[in-house]
């Protein structure tokens, strides 16, 4: 117990970058997304066709080896690019890259099965009041995506709260690997790895609270049957 009282706060260091990189991959995630799901629903076969190809690759292939790729193969982009800058790829970077190109990969299903989910009357209406197409996106689409879309976000974001661990391996010094260097030199690894889930397990249980409160939300006013 003395032993992690004392990197109580090295451990609190590594929880912060866990966070940060998490709630920079959903934000940037998200609007990754929105963005490949319409080009999914786009009518142009140039467009749509090769956005599918890509989502179906990075969503079957691991997480870990699109971070490798990311941070290995950009750094020797970067060096075969500029080969006297000596420019390397940082573990933040390669793994905000690698998660948030997953995390939107992933999230573009969900946002497109919410557009087909609102209903084209909706739409038409919408168009028939004189909206323009952003105003029928902002008011009468983006708030149903939005409820329809909440509850699988809400898994791809605890996904994502965990795949940063893998990040750990390229030198980030998140949760994981000031666990690891407290396990190394106290030796205590039960620990310190026990006291690494439990906080990723309160991230879990506040996410959840979170996401409850923000479905409650969304539903306000929706008739249940």
Known sequence: MDNLIAYLPLLLQGLQMTILLAVSTVAIGLVLGILLALAKLSHHAWLSKPTYAVTNFLRGIPEF????????????FLNDLFPDAGLQVSPFGAGLTALSIIFGAYASETFRGAFQAVQKGQIEA??????????????????????IAIPSLGNLWQGSVKDTSLVSIVGLDDLMRKANQATQTTGQAFTFYFAASVMFLIITLVSMAAIGALEKRANRGVRRT
Do not use: D, E, N, S
């Not at 080896?65 to 020797?76: D, N």
């Not at 168009?127 to 939005?146: D, E, K, L, N, V």
């Open 65 to 76: 080896l699109v971070l490798l790729v990311i941070y290995f193969g950009g750094t020797q």
């Open 126 to 147: 919408a168009r028939a009041y004189g909206f323009t197409g952003w105003q029928t996106f902002r008011y009468i689409q983006m708030p149903q995506i939005w409820r």
